[in-house]
């Protein structure tokens, strides 16, 4: 089976519509790929697996709070093909609905209801095209240059930073990224100078550059907006990065939801193949088919090479064993998209931007905010602050996410911190990729754990046992113990459970899947007192 027999299965898939009767069959001949092959690769994807359930309604965390459960039941007493989804990056526009490939905002019951059985008369809500989303805002008054990536400017011509950083040389455009202090913006703050030196000073000289641009975690959905408004940062930085590493083919993932976003990319794309501004480097998309997991960059390399999105073992890294087993150059999109200013402006502007940490960061904020959105603020400002750029609490703050899903809850008494990679790890929390979820004082903690452990379970890609039964049995678990038949108290095992899916998970999703629940048993422990579930 060659690469691009193998690589094409999903794409196949997706045409016809996913698994439906004898398609497996066709694919397999078709290709040479074996039939049972094409089945994991096509039961493994959210998007592929269904294809009678055209439509999703988001049941993430802010969706939820945003009512998406009404929607949902909504639908199904409509008699309506509906499933869930676990997250459509569409936090700030709750409840978000997919149909085919494109989200929907802010889609209510009366939507529902005045659609009539039928899903493609969904058009009080109508999806969002080019520049409709809810924007981004820097800080107030922010002058040119004073932000990294400032979305709110119209993408720019190609080419000036790629041809200073020709100039710079491979070697100065990394010793400047070391000067700027980036850290990757995908969620575990690495530096980013580290990996750009280890694919370059690798001897094989086939390398590749991949840009995650999976954006699945539940509060986030900055890279959506950075691919909307400036795809000439993403696309630019990419190029740079290629010429800095020695590879000639870059790969953008995006995930399937990204209808829109895929195709502003894609024209830009377009235009720099036929104006050659790049040289000889070329620019490859792929769709993703909807699977939270495929964000991890060896599930992302594994999903790129048309197999299941299943975690790889680490060591090796992507550095040495990337994709097609080559050395390989993975970022965030908004990681990428810091690379043009540093080239034109210098590191030390760039790190200078950032108050605890180098640079701006595009922070992500839904929930019980006035103004939901994605904010350029330098990295480093608390809580507060983001909020008050986003107009306010809306009531009583009562406990937050700083870093999506992933990072648990802290108490509103953390409101002033720094929202920074370092101080969150060491409140045993993150950054992460910086979906800040906001939660007044209505919310059970209990039900909103209990939401969290649900997304992981249904998320979770099963290969690894402390994870596929860790959160289902976290889940149940806290589950059994609102309704009160926790006979034994099996909360009183969750901090064993999760020490257990933590050492013997092989990637982030099993290790950071209890934090919902251990966090709030250490923040809010009043809310597991009661035998009732409320529902937020
Ligand atoms: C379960 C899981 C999901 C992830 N999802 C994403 C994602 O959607 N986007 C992303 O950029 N990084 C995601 N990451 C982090 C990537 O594995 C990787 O660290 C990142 O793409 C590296 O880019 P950076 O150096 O620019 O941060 C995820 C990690 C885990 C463990
Ligand atoms: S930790 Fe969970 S999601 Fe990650 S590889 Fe293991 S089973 Fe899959």
Redesign the pocket.
Known sequence: MSRHDAASVPDRLREAGGLLEGVARDIARETGVPEAHVWGIGSFYHMLSRSDAKVRVCTGLSCLLGGAQDVLDAAKAAGLPVEEASCLAGCDVPPAVLRDRRTMPHVTVQDVEAAGGDWSKLDSAAAPGETEWTGVVGPEGAADGELAIDLSKSAAPLGAAFKAAAELGPDGVIDLLEASGLQGRGGAGFPAHIKWRGVAGQAEQERFVVLNADEGEPGTFKDRECMLRRPDLVLEGLAIAAHAIGAKDCYLYLRGEFEVPLGIVRRMIDDAHASGIYGDIRFHTHEGNGAY?CG?ET?LLEALEGKRG??RIKPPFPVEVGLWGKPTLIHNVETIACVPGIVERGGDWFRGLGRTEAGTKLYCVSGHVQNPGTYELPLGVSLDELVEAAGGYVGTLKAFSPGGASSGFLPSDRRGDPLDFAHLGSLGSMLGSAGVVVLNDTVDMRWAATQQLRFFEA??????A???IGTRYLRESVERQARGDAVDGPLANAADAAWQMNEG???????AAPLPLTSALKYFPEAFEEETPSEG
Request: proline share 10%; glycine share 14%.
């Open positions: 997991i991890e599930a299943m975690p998320e979770s890609c099963g290969q690894c402390p994870c596929r998970s092989i990637c982030g999703l099993g290790q």
